[in-house]
Nanobody, 115 residues
Framework: QVQFVESGGGLVQPGGSLRLSCVAS????????MGWYRQAPGKQRELVAT???????IYANSVKGRFTISRDNAKNTVYLQMNSLKPEDTAIYLC?????????WGQGTQVTVSS
C-alpha cells in the first residue's frame, strides 16, 4: 500500500506559476517512475510528465518548455513546476508512481487557471 500527499494546487491567473508536490509513503520498496497526469471535464486523462529514478523525463508536447518535473528519491517526492500557465491547463492533477509490480495514484489536486 502506497499513499500520497499532494499539495500546491489552487487558482492562478494566466501567465502565473504553481508548484505541485507529491510525497509518497507506506509500503514503498522502490518507485521506478513518478509523475503527473491530468484530467479536465469532458477530456481524457493525459500524461503531463514523468521522471524515472535515474532522471530521464517525458513531457507532453503541450507543456514542454513551460513545466519542469523533478524528484527527490530519498524523500520519495516528485515536484512539478508549472510556469506560463494557460486556461487550458485547468484540470485535476493526479500524482502517479510505479514500483514495478504496482502502480499507484493520488487523489488529485485541482489547478484552475482563470482571470
Amino acid at each position: 500500500q502506497v499513499q500520497f500527499v499532494e499539495s500546491g494546487g489552487g487558482l492562478v491567473q494566466p501567465g502565473g506559476s504553481l508548484r505541485l508536490s507529491c510525497v509518497a509513503s507506506g509500503s514503498i520498496l522502490s518507485l521506478y517512475v513518478m509523475g503527473w497526469y491530468r484530467q479536465a471535464p469532458g477530456k481524457q486523462r493525459e500524461l503531463v510528465a514523468t521522471i524515472r529514478s535515474g532522471g530521464n523525463t517525458i513531457y507532453a508536447n503541450s507543456v514542454k518548455g513551460r513545466f519542469t518535473i523533478s524528484r527527490d528519491n530519498a524523500k520519495n517526492t516528485v515536484y512539478l513546476q508549472m510556469n506560463s500557465l494557460k486556461p487550458e491547463d485547468t484540470a485535476i492533477y493526479l500524482c502517479y508512481a510505479n514500483s514495478g509490480p504496482g502502480a499507484y495514484w493520488g487523489q488529485g489536486t485541482q489547478v484552475t487557471v482563470s482571470s
